[in-house]
């Protein structure tokens, strides 16, 4: 069967998640070999499970896309950045993670209206943890206002 | 933060040669290497010319 990468809509809107994941992948497994190499190990272990989770979230939506009749469009991958400092990290995973979040509210509306719950409920899922993502980064930032750069850090250090 | 992965550029640098008069993206790809190899960065280069010249804050000067 011939595949179409930009047939609906649907594909569409979850080809543009997938170049969101793919960036989160690389940014997050970027911050864990950071931070491992500042000697923050807890904090890298973290980065490098986020980084794998967003790769579970890729192979999903790659997955219900071949699903769809669409080709997985893995060439085109967010252009990113990465903090200098810890605090920076969690300033851009932020960023990254609102985007991510928007773009899938708006995913689930154009699931909805095309008549794909199947989607619109994987994506629902989706950004439950995703939301969860933003809610630990938030905490992590709060922590480091409250705590100082200093104390946070020396909690970071043993994996 | 570091914004051109391809030659490891920092926003500090790439600030600093724009604020040393780089008043475009291909001048500052000339001052620091940023943006002369995958090319991604270059939007965010270029929002940071815009941002960061001098004759940019000049303009602003008279609002302070
Ligand atoms: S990220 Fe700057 S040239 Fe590739
Ligand atoms: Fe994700
Ligand atoms: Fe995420």
Redesign the pocket.
């Known amino acids: 069967m011939a595949l179409k990468s930009s047939g609906t809509p649907v594909v569409k809107a979850l080809n543009g998640l997938l170049t969101t994941e793919l960036r989160a992948i690389n940014q997050y497994f970027l911050d864990s070999k950071l931070a491992a190499h500042h000697g923050f190990e807890h904090l890298a272990e973290e980065f490098r499970k986020a980084s794998f989770e967003e790769m579970n979230d890729a192979e999903e939506l790659m997955d219900r896309i071949l699903l769809l009749g669409g080709l997985p469009n893995l060439q085109r991958v967010d ?1 990113f950045a990465t903090g200098e400092s810890i605090t920076e990290q969690f300033q851009l995973a932020k960023e990254l993670e609102e985007k991510a979040v928007g773009q899938l509210k708006a995913a689930i509306v154009t699931a909805e209206k095309a008549a794909d719950p199947g989607t619109a409920t994987m994506l629902r899922e989706m950004l439950l943890e995703e939301e969860r993502q933003v809610d630990w980064i938030e905490g992590q930032l709060g922590l480091i206002t409250t705590l100082g750069d200093t104390a946070y850090l020396a909690q970071q250090i043993r994996s | 933060m570091w ?5 490891a ?1 920092t926003s500090t640098t790439i600030r600093e040669v724009i604020e040393d008069g780089a008043a475009s993206v291909g001048a500052v790809a000339e001052a620091c290497g ?9 939007r965010t ?1 270029a929002v940071m010319v815009d941002q960061h010249s001098p004759a940019e804050k000049k303009r602003f000067a008279r609002w302070r």
């Open positions: 252009a | 914004i051109c992965l391809c030659e550029v940023a943006g002369t190899v995958c090319g991604k960065c270059k280069i």
